[in-house]
Nanobody, 130 residues
């Protein structure tokens, strides 16, 4: 069993920035496909960003150009830099790991239900006020 822990959430005004961090109890998992997801009030959990073993990243259309996923191998930490935040970005954000080299194919709508993500964190709240 791998424990995943997110941090860095908070409250910010629209247009502001936050950086989320994610650590895993088995640091090796950070090097493989990792993902950030979010669940807004009353909505299903959705994929936000993925990064695979080779560092290739993908984003859901709603955050392209504003969010950036990255990892620091030396610190065994995954990040999500969120800029130009909007009220509609308000959600609980989750980090997920699975130990796979490749990330799920297809549209972001399918990422959250992919079997490639076996380990999920408890989430961190991000609130953006307009």
């Amino acid at each position: 069993q791998v424990q995943v822990v997110e941090s860095g959430g908070g409250s910010v005004q629209a247009g502001g920035s936050l950086r989320l961090s994610c650590a895993a109890s088995n640091p090796a998992y950070i090097r493989y496909c990792m993902g950030w997801f979010r669940r807004a009030p009353g909505k299903e959990r959705e994929g936000v960003a993925l990064i695979d073993f080779n560092g290739n990243d993908r984003y859901t259309d709603a955050v392209k150009g504003r969010f950036a996923i990255s990892r620091d191998g030396a610190k065994n930490t995954l990040y999500l830099q969120m800029d130009s935040l909007k009220a509609e970005d308000t959600a609980v954000y989750y980090c997920a790991a699975g130990g796979y080299i490749d990330c799920p194919e297809g549209a972001a709508g399918a990422w959250a239900t992919s079997a490639r993500f076996n380990y999920w964190g408890q989430g961190t709240q991000v609130t953006v006020s307009s």
